[in-house]
């Protein structure tokens, strides 16, 4: 181990600790929402992704978004903003306002490579894999069986793991919940980061150095396109992360990258343990907005299950921001993010003709 210190401050929490703190929750007021259907009345019949903050004026809750980018970047990482009255609007009103706000605390990047900048996150059933990425697999115990791109996964009604997204801070409005489940379950990769330091000081190193990584479902159609980038990272005292395990699997599953050695399996299966020990889960509402800032946050989804009825569809929109207070990222996370400097505007879903 070459010396490696725990990371202080306020992104540093433990799941048991923040389950109930008020930090991280806020409530829109009355003149919240009437700013925001004044704005929505500024807007009409103008289509969503030609909504822009100086289109969708909201002056009133201009120190709102400045304390919600400051507690995503300097705070806990997390924010959930609680009231907005989604049953009172329309589809497509929503989506202006949710775009709307959107391009208040940031800039709305790419979702996919088809030009995505609001993905409705719903079950799209058993075809889900084969609209977003879905491949058989080979020799081994899973032998014959589908291998759903994370993206595909993200449209089904299944848990999801532990990830990060490919963006600064991700957003998610709350439409509709299901009948049961789809609870979202938060966690700090800060905190993973230091009790590994605690444990395992030498499985944590691993974590520093490169993992092969596909780009199935993002800008490549299978899995053999890849690219190397470690799990954790440090620049000027700022910590990130970006780890999701199935894209992990996917690069080895394609067979063009070294096969993962079994410290760095040791390594995986503590950071999701740890990840599991460490969490807290988060209820979303309808109304509910929930802000997460990447580098130091990783989420999950329970299993849901929706209703008979239209309104028990789980049905929430999400933004990918890419963050003007964002923090300097590590050389070589270019390969991911575009770029590394400070405020830049970076990440999401590089574009690929179809």
Not at 4 to 23: K, S
Not at 187 to 215: G, W
Not at 304 to 332: C, I, K, Q, V
Not at 343 to 349: E, F, K, P
Request: aromatic letters at 8%; glycine letters at 10%; charged letters at 25%.
């Amino acid at each position: 181990m070459t010396g490696r210190e725990p990371i202080v401050g306020a992104a540093a929490w433990q799941g048991r600790e923040m389950a109930d703190h008020p930090r991280w929750r806020r409530d829109l007021t009355r003149a919240e929402i009437a700013e925001i259907d004044h704005a929505l009345g500024a807007v009409q019949g103008l289509p969503w992704r030609e909504v822009t903050a100086d289109s969708f004026p909201l002056p009133g809750m201009k120190h709102r978004f400045a304390e919600i980018a400051q507690e995503l970047e300097e705070g806990s990482g997390m924010v959930k903003l609680r009231g907005l009255p989604v049953e009172r609007y329309t589809p497509e009103e929503l989506r202006r306002i949710w775009f709307g706000i959107g391009c208040h605390l940031g800039r709305p990047v790419f979702q996919n490579r088809r030009g995505e900048l609001m993905r409705e996150i719903r079950d799209e059933g058993s075809e889900a894999g084969q609209r977003y990425g879905q491949v058989t697999t080979g020799a081994g115990q899973r032998q014959g069986q589908a291998f759903l791109s994370s993206y595909a996964r993200t449209l089904t009604n299944g848990a999801l793991r532990f990830h990060t997204d490919r963006t600064d801070v991700v957003g998610l409005l709350c439409v509709q919940q299901a009948r049961a489940g789809g609870v979202s379950r938060l966690v700090s990769s800060v905190a993973i980061h230091n009790e590994m330091l605690r444990r395992r000081p030498d499985l944590l190193d691993l974590l520093f150095e490169d993992f092969h990584r596909s780009r199935f479902g993002e800008e490549a159609a299978s899995p053999g396109v890849t690219y190397a980038l470690p799990v954790f990272g440090l620049r000027a005292g700022k910590f990130t992360s970006h780890f999701s395990l199935t894209y992990i699997e996917a690069a080895e599953m394609a067979g063009t990258v070294p096969k993962l050695s079994a410290a760095q399996r040791e390594a995986l299966d503590l950071l999701l343990a740890l990840a599991e020990a460490l969490s807290f889960d988060m209820t979303l509402e309808p109304g509910d907005m929930q802000f997460l800032n990447n580098h130091v946050v990783y989420h999950a989804r329970t299993a849901f299950t929706d209703g008979a009825g239209e309104r028990e569809h789980r049905l929430l929109y999400r933004l990918w921001l890419s963050m003007p207070n964002s923090r300097p990222l590590p050389e070589g996370h270019e390969v991911l993010w575009g770029t590394t400097a400070a405020g830049a505007l970076r990440g999401g879903i590089g574009q690929v003709e179809l």
